[in-house]
C-alpha cells in the first residue's frame, strides 16, 4: 500500500525520494524530511559509499523556482555512478523528483523572485546485503532555502590556506580506485581540512598535489586571472587530469568568458600563480563567485569588477535548454 501524500510546511525542506512503481516507472514521493527514511545498514551511512550533487533553484521574476545548470548535474551524477558502478536512477527520474519539490515548495511558501534553493541530489549504494538488506540503491532530492551567507563572503573575500591532500598529481590516473573524479559521499577528509583552516584562522582551503600543483578547494573549483609572460590577460583554471571534480560553475562562466572574447587556460598551476594572479576565486553552484583575499595570510589582489563579471556568467546559467521548474 502506498504511504498517504505528505505536505511539506512553509520555510522547511522539501524531500523527495525516487521510488519506482510496480511496473519500474519513477514515481517520485513526497516524504516528511524530519523523520528516518535510511535504513541504518545503507552503505551511504556505513561507509560513505554513495555519489551526490549540490545545485542551485533560484525564482525567476514571476517567481518561478528553476534549477540551474540542470543537464551538467545530472550528466556529473551519471559520470561519478559510473566511476562508482553504482546503478542510479536515470535523468528522467531526478527531473520528475525535483519538479515535484520544487512544485511543493511553491505550494508551501510565499516564494519572490531572487529566493534561492539548495537542491541536493543522493544516491547510496543501499542496504548491505551481508546484514540482512534488499541491496538496492537508495535515492533522493532534498531541497532547502539557501543561506546568504555568500553574499558577504563575496564582499569580505576568503583568507584560505594552500593545505596538501597528500597524493601526488599522477596518482589519479595510476590509482582510479581513488575515485578523485566523482562527487562520492566520502567528504570527511574534505570537511576536516575546512576545519583546519577555521582553527588556524582561514575561511577556506585550496588543495595542492603531494608534487606541488593546485588542484581545488574542499567544495569549489579555483579560478584565476593573471597577464601571462606574452601580455595576455588569461582566465585559468586546475588541470582537471590532476585529480579533480570537473566543476559545473567554472564549465559554464568559462563559456561564457570565451564568447565574451576572453582566453581561457587549463594549469597545471602552481601556489606562485595565486600570488601573481590579478584575481584568485573560489567558485561553486551555491555559494558562487567567492573571491580570495589572502593565501597562507599573504594578501592578495581583490578585484569587485571581475568578481561581479564571472557572477554574472554563472547567473546568465549557459544550461537554458533543460530546466526543470516548479510551474
Ligand atoms: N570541487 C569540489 C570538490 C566540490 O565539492 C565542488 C562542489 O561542491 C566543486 C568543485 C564545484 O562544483 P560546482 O561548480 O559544480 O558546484
Known amino acids: 500500500m502506498r504511504p498517504t501524500a505528505f505536505s511539506p510546511a512553509a520555510g522547511s525542506p522539501v524531500l523527495v525520494l525516487l521510488e519506482t512503481d510496480a511496473d519500474g516507472a519513477p514515481a517520485p514521493r513526497l516524504a516528511d524530511p524530519a523523520v528516518p527514511h535510511l535504513s541504518v545498514t545503507d552503505q551511504g551511512v556505513t561507509r560513505g559509499d554513495g555519489i551526490f550533487e549540490t545545485a542551485l ?6 517567481g518561478t523556482l528553476r534549477m540551474r545548470k ?4 545530472l550528466g556529473r551524477l ?9 546503478a542510479a536512477p536515470e535523468a528522467a527520474a531526478w527531473e520528475a523528483a525535483v519538479a515535484l519539490g520544487l512544485r511543493a515548495f511553491t505550494e508551501a ?11 541536493r541530489l543522493t544516491v547510496t549504494r543501499g542496504p548491505d546485503a551481508a546484514a540482512g538488506g534488499v541491496p538496492a540503491p537508495t535515492a533522493w532530492a532534498l531541497l532547502s532555502p539557501a543561506p546568504a551567507i555568500q553574499d558577504e563572503e563575496r564582499r569580505r573575500g576568503l583568507r584560505v590556506l594552500l593545505l596538501d591532500r597528500g597524493i601526488d598529481s599522477q596518482a589519479p590516473e595510476r590509482s582510479p580506485w581513488l575515485l578523485t573524479g566523482a562527487k562520492t559521499l566520502s567528504y570527511a577528509v574534505n570537511m576536516a581540512a575546512l576545519r583546519h583552516a577555521r582553527d588556524h584562522g582561514a575561511d577556506d582551503v585550496v588543495f595542492t598535489s603531494a608534487d606541488g600543483y593546485l588542484l581545488e578547494g574542499p567544495t569549489s573549483t579555483v579560478l584565476i586571472v ?17 585529480g579533480i571534480l570537473a566543476g559545473t560553475s ?6 561564457a568568458a570565451h564568447a565574451d572574447g576572453w582566453e581561457l587556460g587549463y594549469g597545471p598551476l602552481v601556489p606562485a ?3 601573481g594572479a590579478e584575481g584568485v576565486w573560489l567558485v561553486s553552484s551555491v555559494r558562487g563567485v567567492l573571491p580570495v583575499r589572502a593565501v597562507d595570510g599573504v594578501e592578495i589582489p581583490v578585484d569587485h569588477e571581475l568578481t561581479g563579471m564571472l557572477q554574472a556568467h554563472l547567473d546568465a546559467d549557459g ?9
Not at 533553484?57 to 514571476?62: C, F, P, S, T, Y
Request: no cysteine.
Open 109 to 119: 511558501n510565499d516564494v519572490a523572485p531572487g529566493d534561492r534553493l539548495a537542491v
Open 57 to 62: 533553484a533560484v525564482a525567476d521574476g514571476l
Open 273 to 275: 600563480d595565486l600570488q
Open 319 to 327: 544550461d537554458p535548454g533543460r530546466h526543470v521548474s516548479g510551474d
Open 250 to 255: 567554472q564549465a559554464v562562466i568559462f563559456a
Open 226 to 242: 593573471r597577464t601571462g609572460e606574452d601580455g595576455v590577460r588569461r582566465l585559468l583554471t586546475p588541470l582537471r587530469q590532476k
Open 70 to 73: 540542470l543537464g551538467a548535474h
Open 78 to 86: 551519471a559520470a561519478s555512478a559510473a566511476a562508482l558502478q553504482l
